[in-house]
């Protein structure tokens, strides 16, 4: 799978939109570029991920460049309980077996 | 999204006892679960891939005779920490792989349990 590097930490202003970047510059074609986030001491909580288009649910919206090799989650109105680790993975999905590999992910503080 | 339930949510026991983690998956079937491991101020690390109905992979580096991983049914699965040592105390985090999401593989996870070995 792709490596993927992202900013170690970043802040962002209550209410505000929050933009975490992911640049995974050796991105296959068939890899998705996936988002999770982990909030102190709890498991990681998916939420969204994509192969070329750019896509949104209820959490977030991910940006992903026409070259595939950068992306960007944006949280719309971030909230203090937004405060969390973000993971950026890339992966290619195959039927069994596939497992995600962390890295160290982007720490956002959301300040009041 | 899927949801994926962890039993206990923490544990404490003394060292050389042994300790079983559950992982169910609630509302979906799940051939293929993970278990992670994750120490303080760190990233989460794969410890071993479960498969239903056959033998885990384990990462390397990981024991497998310590970390001994039963997956019987399709959302079921548990880790049992043999032996534990004060070395052994961490946060767990199973996985599993949802096959109705579009490419096939989202994983959710679990909870976590925190192993504290005294």
């Known amino acids: 799978d792709a490596k993927t590097t992202q900013p170690t930490s970043m802040d962002c202003a209550e209410g505000r939109a929050a933009n975490l970047p992911c640049n995974h510059s050796?991105?296959?074609?068939?890899?998705?570029v996936y988002w999770y986030r982990q909030i102190h001491s709890q498991g990681p909580q998916y939420i969204i991920h994509?192969?070329?288009n750019n896509e949104t649910n209820e959490m977030a919206s991910l940006i992903i460049t026409e070259d595939r090799k950068s992306s960007t989650l944006i949280l719309p109105h971030a909230t203090l309980r937004d405060t969390a680790v973000y993971y950026c993975?890339?992966?290619?999905?195959?039927?069994?077996?596939?497992?995600?590999?962390f890295g160290g992910g982007t720490r956002l503080m959301v300040k009041p | 999204g899927a949801v994926v339930s962890q039993h206990p949510s923490w544990v404490i026991c003394k060292s050389g006892t042994s300790v079983k983690i559950e992982c169910r998956s609630l509302?979906?079937?799940?051939?293929?679960m993970f278990w992670y491991r994750q120490f303080p101020k760190q990233s989460l690390m794969l410890m071993a891939t479960?498969?239903?109905?056959?033998?885990?992979?384990?990462e390397q580096g990981v024991e497998k005779d310590k970390f001994l991983i039963n997956h019987a049914s399709l959302t079921l699965s548990t880790l049992t920490v043999t032996s534990a040592h004060p070395e052994d105390s961490s946060f767990y985090i199973c996985?599993?792989?949802?096959?109705?999401?579009?490419?096939?593989?989202?994983?959710?996870f679990g909870p976590g349990t925190r192993l504290t070995v005294l």
């Open positions: 993975i890339v992966r290619v999905d195959l039927e069994a077996g596939n497992m995600l590999t």
């Open positions: 996985s599993a792989r949802d096959p109705r999401t579009s490419g096939g593989a989202t994983q959710y």
């Open positions: 994509g192969l070329k």
């Open positions: 509302d979906f079937q799940a051939t293929t």
């Open positions: 050796t991105i296959s074609g068939n890899e998705y």
């Open positions: 479960s498969n239903e109905g056959s033998k885990a992979t384990y």
